[in-house]
């Protein structure tokens, strides 16, 4: 099975700051690869699909890139209502694996 | 509107057995493939299972695999999954989650609110 690694586990930043998340796959996914946000006590919500198309109602601050096996998610201004835990997730084939989460904080 | 409501989350012991129920509305269930996630308290996302829009092809998880049985009755809009077996690690937020491509696959782009399972002895 396809393994997906992501880094950082947590970050700190301030308001304004460019954050940057990275997911990696085992093997090649091509472009199948999802961004959701998880606030605290909330449910997850889809931020971005096909690796780099933002999802409806998504704030353009957010964006995606990669194809492959290597991938990022990043805030270009992180904004406090962004305090959440993002997590990246394979849609090419079954098992559909998350990442392990990178929760971000506001320093 | 898309709801997902998901029922069934009880304490169970250690063995036993559940069924859990997700209620779907606000969209044409059976063009679509559903899935069930789960979250472990304090820990992350982790995929359990998925039944394509027909009911013909079902996939899971290697944690819950011949344990867990997911099925759907597309006439009552109803998604489920049976869970025998229950672990201690078993225990977590369960969500009923929506895919996002009529009759392919695509990424998780509704979800439910979650039920949860605590198993305990």
């Known amino acids: 099975d396809i393994q997906m690694t992501q880094s950082p586990s947590s970050l700190s930043a301030s308001v304004g700051d460019r954050v940057t998340i990275t997911c990696r796959a085992s093997q090649g996914i091509s472009n199948y690869l999802a961004w959701y946000q998880q606030k605290p006590g909330k449910d997850p919500k889809l931020l971005i699909y096909?690796?780099?198309t933002l999802q409806s109602g998504v704030p353009s601050r957010f964006s995606g890139s990669g194809s492959g096996t290597d991938f990022t998610l990043t805030i270009s201004s992180l904004q406090p209502e962004d305090v959440a835990t993002y997590y990246c997730?394979?849609?090419?084939?079954?098992?559909?694996?998350f990442g392990q989460g990178t929760k971000v904080e506001i320093k | 509107e898309v709801q997902l409501v998901e029922s069934g989350g009880v304490v169970v012991q250690p063995g036993g057995s559940l069924r859990l129920s997700c209620s779907a509305s606000?969209?044409?269930?059976?063009?679509?493939?559903m899935h069930w996630v789960r979250q472990a308290p304090g820990k992350g996302l982790e995929w359990v299972s998925l039944i394509s829009w027909d009911g013909d092809n079902t996939y899971y998880a290697d944690s819950v695999k011949g344990r867990f049985t997911i099925s759907r009755d597309n006439s009552k809009n109803s998604l489920y999954l049976q869970m025998n077996s229950l672990r201690t690690e078993d225990t977590a937020l369960y969500y009923c989650?929506?895919?996002?491509?009529?009759?392919?696959?695509?990424?998780?782009?509704?979800w439910g609110q979650g039920t949860l399972v605590t198993v305990s002895s």
């Open positions: 096909a690796a780099s």
């Open positions: 989650a929506k895919d996002s491509v009529v009759s392919a696959w695509g990424s998780l782009d509704y």
């Open positions: 997730q394979k849609y090419n084939s079954a098992p559909r694996t």
């Open positions: 606000g969209f044409t269930f059976d063009d679509y493939t």
